[in-house]
């Protein structure tokens, strides 16, 4: 099955258990993609002693998911992606047409 996560907040605990999911999911053998929209693009950028996001995305690159952040929501926070390409709405479009499943956190 192929799975869609677009996650469009920054809160720690809301994105750790995203990642958490998106690295189940993986390990279960699914085809898993996730899209970073709005405050979610931050996602690399949170720091917080109960919920290591950097650690799960990491997990989840390293197990072959992968990562979209939307370019123009970086541009408006003047930021760049460091895990992942920047993107457009064509590839979260392509996300959403393609996954035979869409969460949203």
Do not use: H
Not at 19 to 39: K, M, T
Not at 75 to 102: F, H, N, Q, W
């Amino acid at each position: 099955m192929k799975i869609g996560i677009v996650v469009s907040t920054n809160d720690p605990e809301t994105v750790w258990n995203a990642f958490r999911f998106a690295n189940f999911s993986l390990d279960a053998g699914e085809d898993v993609r996730v899209f970073l929209l709005g405050r979610g693009v931050e996602a690399e950028g949170i720091e917080d002693e109960k919920f290591n996001v950097r650690e799960q995305m990491e997990r989840f690159i390293d197990s072959g998911g992968r990562i979209f952040a939307c370019g123009t929501c970086l541009k408006i926070r003047g930021s760049d992606a460091e895990i992942c390409p920047v993107s457009t709405m064509k590839d979260l479009y392509d996300i959403v047409r393609e996954s035979d499943r869409v969460l949203t956190f």
